[in-house]
């Protein structure tokens, strides 16, 4: 593949990210979240608390802590009465995040794989909480996590899972062979996982719901435009890239598609529209969720 179309950041749909990709997606992270869902979730569940209580929140594959430091400010308590455990299973991103939060707000990390998260960890937790993490998951293991946390009665916000949607501005006519390509890519099969991609909202959502909990479903789009051009570049490269991996076939066309998108950046006429979903779960007995 023409070096010139990878992602110098990340690897596409990869579990392990770089410090710096992380960087530069957090504003469009903050911007697309569905801070609606963070509402519901304090009206309705964390607004009942005891003020003196601690509010435990699990952010699960952390990445360099951008959840809690666009969340923490958004909760009902103080970041002094904030408690913060970190999971991820890079040892480096871990240690940025701990170092990272917002003043007052405590922390701890947790090492390792995620999905070994069972309900007895989750005792005492307030919050679950993750970011670009669902559709790196497989059914399985998704089950799981609707398993442990319903048992631990606690609510849980995944944000920004790939929707399997992207539009972008000026239209191109091999637009939908690559987004089509990118899809399966996601879906791939990875060391005998079979990663769910833009399916992960809606196997979390039933996963949920069997087990009563009340699901509501949010849009967190990225939309990118000049003020966001290096986040945007960076992005198709990566997209380009795992695009050509799932369908070798675009690899003859994948320099000169790159070259007219990066030429109409510099116009600045480019508009991205990347699809996602964020999710809230609140434990049986809550109010009734849906789709926004």
Known sequence: MPSSWNARLSTAGSPVCAPDWLALREPADAAARASALVEQLVATFLGTRPPEEPLVVRDLGCGTGSVARWLAGRLPAPASSQHWVLHDRDPVLLRRAAASLPAGVTAETCPGDLTDVDAGQLAGTALVTCSALLDLLTAQEVEDVAEAVTT??????????????????????????????????????????????????????????????????APSAWRLGPAEAELAEEWLRGWIEAACVRRPALRAAGDDYLRRRLAAAAAGELRVVVGHEDLLALPAGCPRGGRS
């Open 152 to 217: 631990a009665g606690c609510p849980a916000l995944l944000t920004l899972s790939v929707a399997g949607s992207v539009a972008i501005t000026p239209a191109d006519p091999l637009d939908g062979a690559f987004a089509a390509a990118f899809d399966a890519h996601q879906r791939r099969t990875e060391d005998g996982r079979q990663l769910l991609g833009p399916d992960a909202v809606g196997v979390a959502a039933e996963a949920f719901r069997r087990r009563g909990a009340t699901v509501t479903i």
